[in-house]
């Protein structure tokens, strides 16, 4: 009698043992697994580039370009203050005028004494090209040409994206950001000017340097 009373007090034990480990069992995945965050893994839009008002990306590549006045331009000529930089051709009329027009409306909300420059991408631009494109904009900064890998390499330094150099009647694509230089040569953030936000974090970011 006590035998078979031990014996069953043992199996009712194992019984327990065995629910209980059940439903831990149970319980654990969701227990160890944690809700996603809003967002949290989601890819941001455009991750190839930049990210817009980024603190700091580098330095910008040295270089020996054009002006449309015949001047010769190097990065040493943009030393110790801050500027701005873009890209466009000469015969671009549509999103070319309006980067440039941008730049022009942002001019007196910028630090007095931060220049501005505008690379050509186009290999066939000459300075008279660039002359008559910066006096129909209305625009007084440097407009540059470099040869044949020199803008590329512009580019790269500044990684913006650029392509259609090589083909004769090919589309040139650019892109439209607006890169902000400190007075040391490195770049401190990429601006859409199509978006007031960006607009608005260019002049406080500038205010800064």
């Known amino acids: 009698m006590r035998l078979s009373r031990i014996i069953g ?15 831990q069992e149970v319980r654990r995945p969701g227990a160890d697994t944690a809700e996603p965050r809003v967002g949290a893994a989601e890819p941001r839009v455009g991750a190839a580039e930049p990210r817009v ?3 700091e990306y580098g330095s910008v590549p040295d270089f020996a370009f054009v002006d449309q006045h015949g001047t010769k331009r190097r990065l040493a000529d943009f030393a110790g203050k801050p500027w ?8 671009c009329h549509d999103e070319c005028p309006l980067i440039v027009t941008r730049m022009k409306e942002l001019r007196p909300k910028l630090p007095a004494g931060l220049a501005m420059a505008s690379v050509s991408v186009d290999p066939n631009d000459t300075p008279a090209d660039l002359a008559r494109f910066a006096r129909a904009q ?24 650029l392509s259609g ?8 694509i650019h892109s439209n950001r607006l890169v902000l230089v400190a007075p040391d040569g490195r770049i401190r953030g990429y601006y859409d ?4 936000d960006d607009a608005r974090r260019l002049v406080v970011d500038a205010a800064k340097l």
């Open 53 to 55: 008002g980024a603190a």
């Open 84 to 91: 701005v930089a873009s890209f466009i051709f000469a015969r």
């Open 9 to 23: 007090v043992a199996v009712a034990g194992m019984m327990l043992i065995g629910v209980l480990a059940f439903r």
């Open 138 to 161: 209305g625009a007084d900064w440097a407009f540059m040409i470099g040869k044949p890998g020199e803008v590329e390499r512009f580019a790269q330094g500044l990684k913006l994206g």
């Open 193 to 196: 000017p199509d978006q007031d």
């Open 165 to 172: 150099r090589g083909a004769e009647d090919g589309p040139l």
